[in-house]
Structure formats: structure tokens, C-alpha cells
């Protein structure tokens, strides 16, 4: 398979947030008067847009000041990514050894990429091209995000190669006609990530950074089966 670029999600793929997020989300719903658990808010919200995830507060949680809550929010999660934010492990070095143009993807506003991505040494090896669906119409799970991507670098959807590790991502990225790899975080509690992201479409599923750069030299190396 030829690629000619490599479309990344953020959260749970380059950085190890989720955990952050899941963990002082839980707390600012609980504040509010919502009865969940970190776990929960880790299932339910994970790779979700900000939008999808007021809806999910409004709707399923019964939170009435949304406003309040974000913000109490983001006085915590912004100074834990300062505290605390790292990036997955291996996948800098992975990062800075692949030839291919590259870019990010993500259902995270671009506030919140300049305030987690944007603290590392990482963020280089994308920037400019770090896309938010804040750009796009529609978030992930449509496909606007990833064919803004591929229309940005001049390139065509059947060349591109999305590395997620929600469902959405890889729902999206077989929307938008791209090859996909789901991404498993080996530190990840939930079970059955990897059955969830094939049968979301991943062509192929990799635990880990050595599993995914394992993953892209065997797309290169023979055809496979486009979402």
C-alpha cells in the first residue's frame, strides 16, 4: 500500500490524557451532582467531541449549568496536563522515525490540544497540522475531519492511514475511504478494545508503539482490504 500520510488521533494515541481527563471530568460531574465514577466517565466520554459530550451531560446526566461544570473542569484538567501529562510510551521515538507526511486528528477542541499536546516536544513533529474537529461541520465519527486532512495535504482518502483508538475514529476513518489501524493503550482497563476497534472496521488493531510501527511496516509491505 502506498501512503501518503499518516493521520493520527491525540488522546489514548500520542498522549497519555485520558486518564487526566476521565479522572477530573468524574469529579466536576460529581460536583454537580452527578452519581459516576471514573470508570464510567472513561467509557462513556472517551473519544467523544466536546459537543457529543455536553449532550451526554444534558441528556443521559440530567446537568443543568453545563457552563459551570466545563469550567470548573478546566481549572483542573489544564494544570494536571502542566503537572502530569505525558506521552504514550514509545511513540515519540515511533513518531520521529516515520518518513511519512503526518498530521493530527482529533474530536478534542483546539484549546485543549494547544493545552495537552502543546506542553510536549511532540506537538514539533506535527505542527502546523494539528486539526481539531472544531474545523470540520461534523466530529468524528463522520468522515469531514479526516477528508480535511487528506484535501489539506493534496492527497487522495485511499492513500491516507488513520491510527485510532476509539470506535469513532475508526468509523470515521472508513467513512472517509482510509485504511485504518485501531490503537490499544497496553495500560488500558477497559476489556476488549481490540474486538471493539476490528469490528468498528480496523483493518488491523496494534497494543502499543513496537505493535504499531509493526502494523505500518506490514501495510506498506502488501495490499490490504480499505475501510
Known sequence: MQIDLLIFDCDGVLINSEPIASRTLAKALRDAGAMITTEEVLVRFTGNSAGNIRRICTEELGIGDLDAVFEAWHLDIYPEFVRSLEPMPGIERLVRSLPHRKCVASNSSTERLSKSLGLLDLW??????????DVVARPKPAPDLFHFCAETFAVEPGNCVVIDDSAH???????????????????????????????????????????????????????????
Request: net charge negative.
Open 169 to 227: 475514529g475508526i468509523v470515521g476513518a472508513k467513512a472517509a475511504g482510509m485504511a485504518a489501524i485501531g490503537f490499544v493503550d497496553p495500560a488500558d482497563p477497559r476489556p476488549g478494545r481490540a474486538q471493539i476497534l476490528a469490528e468498528a472496521g480496523a483493518g488491523l488493531v496494534a497494543t502499543g508503539a513496537e505493535e504499531l510501527e509493526m502494523a505500518l511496516a506490514s501495510l506498506e509491505s502488501r495490499q490490504v482490504v480499505r475501510a
Open 124 to 133: 514539533h513533529a506535527f505542527a502546523p497540522s494539528v486539526f481539531s474537529a
